[in-house]
């Protein structure tokens, strides 16, 4: 429902009603709305860090686990309701909840800056800022929910690649 209709329009009887229980019901379960959509960013963030993280870290090469973790994070923000929500209602969240998440989020970016350094030292790529290219990367991955379509013109696998491709090897011709 918060996915579909979005933090605000939705009310804790809607979601109480799309679960089978009583609104009652639901507060035994969470003790306030905004409790529920933390506790749905935070299960993203778990998500994430293990379809994403736990997976790439291990990769020798910077390069691939860039390579692996875009198409990884790909697949998951198009599959994961949770990650949506949490790229598209972290403006609801208090302060505390948001500070919290956003140190979640930092790790991220640390990994990040720290594989695209890691490459940069290797002369994999050529010397770029390491936070341009990790909001860069990110910005390329995150907005992909807001116009791909599973089972439109594109099929994830050729997204995935077109968007690898794009990224690494950029547009002009050598």
């Known amino acids: 429902m918060i996915y579909r209709r979005g933090f605000e329009a939705t009310s804790m009887q809607e979601i ?31 998500l994430f860090e293990e379809e994403i993280l736990q997976k ?70 050529r010397p770029v800022d390491p936070t341009v290219a990790a909001f860069s990367f990110l910005g390329v991955i995150l907005w992909t929910p807001n116009w791909y379509r599973t089972g439109g013109r594109i099929p994830l696998p050729h997204l995935i690649d077109g968007m690898a491709d794009l990224f690494f090897k950029g547009l002009l011709l050598q």
Do not use: W
């Open 16 to 46: 109480a009603d799309t679960c089978g229980l009583t609104k009652a019901g639901i507060y035994h379960y969470v003790e306030t709305k905004q409790a529920l959509l933390v506790a749905i960013m935070h299960y993203g963030m778990d």
């Open 56 to 125: 790439v870290i291990g990769i020798p090469d910077p390069v691939e686990r860039l390579r692996e973790t875009m198409a990884r994070n790909v697949r998951l923000v198009e599959s994961s309701k949770e990650v949506a929500i949490i790229l598209n209602e972290h403006q609801t969240l208090a302060p505390a909840e948001k500070r919290a998440l956003n140190a979640r989020k930092k790790q991220y970016v640390s990994f990040l800056e720290a594989t695209f350094r890691e490459a940069i030292e290797r002369r994999q790529i």
